[in-house]
């Protein structure tokens, strides 16, 4: 059974001060690792999809990458607008014919002034 | 215009009635999926359909149904509302391809049952 583990379930920041959030998964086959940026009340935002050991994606203050056992969300210099819950979902090669994603359960990030 | 609608975006409604949540989409893809979200349980599978004549069920479809119109719509009936149905519901959307299969999230309908 794919499992996620996210951590820290919270994040309190401080503007300008970076860090990392960490996901941590089993999967039988990676085909791919996907984070989403949520807001309250509405619905997960796509922001990147990794599916090779190594590889790298940025977008602005973000950037995401992976390694066999853990994805880590790295924010550089974040701003309060970057508060938000960000969820990771794998998806398996094997066993399954559609894109079933497994969620972690989120880390709450946010930023102060 | 958002390329996947959710109609309501809010429900209340009593214990026992029958409701249904509606979504659409304008992406062009094939399938369709109903997640539910509740505090500390993440984002689980209602049901899911790659197309209008394939709905499977998902993790937790005791309760619900669907219904797939269209390739465009997949809409999620409570055929007899509960108060622990009461949570975040969302439709996804994606297209299946050779890589990664990215899924797409609507805005949300938050449902609460007295």
């Known amino acids: 059974e794919d499992q996620v583990t996210q951590s820290p379930e919270a994040l309190r920041l401080q503007e300008g001060e970076s860090s990392s959030l960490n996901c941590s998964y089993t999967v039988s086959g990676l085909r791919g690792l996907f984070w989403y940026r949520q807001d309250p009340g509405k619905g997960p935002e796509f922001l990147f999809t990794l599916y090779s050991a190594g590889e790298e994606k940025e977008k602005e203050r973000l950037k995401a990458t992976l390694t066999k056992k853990e994805s880590f969300l790295h924010i550089t210099a974040p701003k309060p607008e970057d508060s938000a819950t960000y969820l990771c979902?794998?998806?398996?090669?094997?066993?399954?014919?559609?894109?079933?994603?497994?969620f972690g359960q989120g880390t709450i990030l946010t930023v102060h002034p | 215009d958002a390329d996947v609608t959710q109609t309501p975006r809010n429900r209340i409604t009593k214990t026992g009635k029958r409701i249904m949540l509606e979504c659409s989409q304008t992406?062009?893809?094939?399938?369709m999926y109903w997640y539910r979200q509740d505090p500390g349980l993440g984002l689980r599978l209602i049901y899911y359909?790659?197309?209008?004549?394939?709905?499977n069920k998902g993790e937790i479809s005791d309760g619900y149904s669907v219904s797939r119109q269209a390739q465009a719509k997949f809409s999620l009936s409570l055929e007899s509302a509960i108060p622990n149905q009461t949570a975040l519901y969302f439709c996804?959307?994606?297209?299946?391809?050779?890589?990664?299969?990215?899924?797409?999230f609507g805005p949300g309908t938050r449902l609460l049952v007295l």
């Open positions: 992406k062009g893809h094939d399938r």
């Open positions: 996804a959307t994606s297209d299946p391809g050779q890589g990664p299969e990215t899924q797409y």
């Open positions: 979902a794998v998806q398996s090669a094997g066993g399954t014919s559609y894109g079933k994603l497994t």
């Open positions: 359909s790659f197309d209008v004549k394939d709905i």
